[in-house]
């Protein structure tokens, strides 16, 4: 186990800007966001708290990346940036999150809320929940955890088609489990930045998924055709937990933030720390103490 743990000073470098545009927005800030903005650089402060590596798998010890401060991802002429027009974040869910629909209703509340909370400004809609079928996405059951997975990539092409003028990007979220072609065993999430959709499930978030008694096993797919769709009607669903919904916030977060650093790919930049973005791509990383949302996403000259 690794911890990651940066000093007020490297704080203060990758994220205070000269740059005019920031110090003007900086400067409109009223009393308290500006000691939110202070509490940044203090060190028992959570909004940029240490990160916990709990093993080589994780993803910021086995994808090594150059880092980026803040000034460098501010200019960046390829950074995806909301406007009047394309203000709104979407979320589409895909089949129940809960065992019964005010569960599944409750559980997308808090999520939405979270949302609203981290990407002040911004207006977090929620569209209609589908059931699978209406995506027509293709399906498997996964050879190695026997349980159910609907095809990514097939759900980006509905998210496309449904995706509202005024959206930012359209965040599809479910508790089945993903896979992204054939030959992979499975994914927690997948994005079009081009496009502004992504998909994101919750299915290994809890905690029973990887258990002996997992409840979700199946042991052969009774499909009668390609359109039948039956096999989705009692599908297993997790109980609700905190860690679950603590995990599940953490999972949209990291989700919706990729739409904002479009040219990114393969840059990691400091923001990874904000919420502790750790837990969506390691599980059980998401466990530590939940980070609270935070109503600023811009540093200046202080």
Known sequence: MQTVRHS???????LISKNPALVSQYEKLDAGEKRLMDEAFRPDSDLFGPITL???????????????????????????????QKHSIYVQCIGL??????????????????????????????????????????FRINDN???????????LKFLKKKKPEDAFCVVGITMIDLYPRDSWNFVFG??????????????????????SHYEGKLKKLQKKSSSDYSVFDNYYVPEVTSVLLLRSCKGI?????RHFWLSQRGRRCYWRLVGGGQGC?????????????????????M
């Open 54 to 84: 709990h093993s080589q798998s994780d993803w910021i010890t086995s994808h090594p990346e150059a880092p980026q401060d803040f000034e460098e991802f501010f200019s960046d002429p390829y950074r995806k940036i909301p406007s009047p």
């Open 190 to 211: 997948q994005a079009s930045l081009t496009d502004g959709v992504g998909i994101f499930s919750f299915a290994r978030y809890g905690s029973d998924f990887y258990s």
């Open 97 to 138: 999150l809960g065992n019964t629909r005010s569960i599944s209703e409750e559980y997308v509340k808090w999520l939405k809320g979270y949302c609203e909370a981290f990407f002040y400004g911004l207006t977090v809609k929620l569209l209609e929940p589908v059931p699978v079928s209406a995506t027509r996405c293709s």
């Open 145 to 155: 955890t026997q349980n159910l997975q609907i095809h990514a990539g097939q759900i």
């Open 253 to 257: 977060f990291g989700r919706v933030w």
């Open 8 to 14: 007020e000073h490297t704080l203060k470098t990758a």
């Open 281 to 301: 791509s390691t599980p059980y990383s998401a466990q530590d103490t939940p980070p609270r949302p935070r109503q600023g996403m811009i540093l200046s000259n």
